[in-house]
């Protein structure tokens, strides 16, 4: 077995690893609201939203089509195979870290971040697509911003047409709209999260020349979806615990709310094959809803802390990959 083969078998294996910690690092986020108002029990939530993820993750590839090519180019890029296993080194080593202390960083931002520092280091700036890559990192900008906004209004629009109408009536029925609001998120996820890993595989299959298209092989597709869908029946508990009661009070009908307006984020996004952040989007669609009904509400010292992390994770994993290609580079 030649070596060009083993570190593509590796690449494989490490961005599935990838997603699979992505299944139970970032849908913890997809679910965290219907765990938090007992709208479902866990283990229901979680089978659900295992399911979702695998549905959702069958159904595009167009955000793989995204990471495979507008990060770096795929048909130039320099020492293709080490740049790739040095990115998803650096993206896991930062998810397990954030995982391990409860914080909800983004998965997407680690893994953009360190394919764009270990191309760096492999070739130079000029290694990477800025076009494409720009493109990237505004969508990872306005995704959030758009998320906050649009969960203050659709949760400004709930006040006014539920206003008369009985409380613990209202919360009753919303907790039941939230299993299939939590389903829809979950989908929504599957969509975006599941096909990052599927745009690196294919990245690493057409820098060592066993592809020579950046259509998504099928088999990567499903191994992507089984390695979400697996990940996430494990299941993130401290960061369902963040995410779900340490930024507000949530109730059903501030869940539902949340929830619609993450789907819409994330959904749009796929749409347009953009990859974003779902940490992001509905950390900030439950901060946008919280504003809506109680800004004194909000715990904005969690919200300030959740904003660093995702503010310093995309020079940080670039480093750590930047530093894992010098490494990898000097034995390989």
């Known amino acids: ?9 590796l ?22 609201t219907s765990v938090s ?10 089978i659900l939203a295992a399911t979702m993820n695998f549905v959702g993750a069958m159904t595009f590839t167009g955000v793989a089509k995204t990471i495979t090519k507008d990060i770096v180019d795929p048909f130039t890029l320099q020492n293709g195979s080490i740049v790739i296993l040095s990115a998803l080194i650096a993206a896991i080593f930062w998810n397990l870290l954030t995982w391990y202390f409860g914080i909800p960083s983004s998965s997407s931002h680690a893994l953009i971040g360190s394919i764009a520092g270990a191309a760096i280091a492999s ?52 907790r039941t709209i939230q299993i299939f609001t939590a389903a829809l998120q979950s989908y929504t996820h599957g969509t975006n999260d599941a096909q990052k890993a599927m745009g690196i595989i294919t990245l690493a299959l ?7 298209s950046t259509d998504i092989p099928f088999w990567v597709q499903l191994s992507c979806a089984i390695a979400m869908g697996l990940g996430t029946s494990v299941g993130g508990w401290k960061i369902i615990k963040t995410v779900g009661g340490k930024i507000m009070k949530i109730r059903p009908v501030n869940g539902v709310a ?15 094959h953009m990859p974003v952040s779902t940490t992001h989007v509905i950390s900030s669609s439950i901060l946008g809803v919280g504003s809506a009904h109680r800004v004194k509400g909000v715990k904005w010292g969690t919200a300030q802390r959740m904003l660093i992390t995702w503010v310093i994770t995309l020079p940080i994993s670039a480093t750590i990959a930047g530093l894992t290609y010098l490494i990898l580079s000097s034995f390989l």
């Open 37 to 46: 108002t007992k709208a479902l029990k866990p283990r229901h939530a979680i």
């Open 206 to 212: 057409i820098s060592n020349n066993y592809v020579t």
């Open 123 to 174: 070739a130079g700036f000029s290694a990477l697509n800025y076009s494409g890559f720009i493109g990237i990192i505004q969508a990872l900008i306005f995704s959030p911003l758009i998320a906050f906004a649009a969960g203050f209004i659709i949760y400004s629009i709930f006040k006014i047409v539920f206003r008369n109408n009985n409380l613990t009536k209202t919360n009753r029925n919303f």
């Open 1 to 9: 077995m030649d070596a060009i083969l083993i570190i593509t078998v």
């Open 258 to 272: 949340a929830d619609i307006t993450g789907a819409m984020v994330i959904f749009g996004a796929t749409a347009l």
């Open 11 to 32: 690449i494989v294996i490490f961005a599935l690893v990838f997603d699979f910690i992505n299944g139970f690092h970032d849908t913890a986020n997809a679910i965290a």
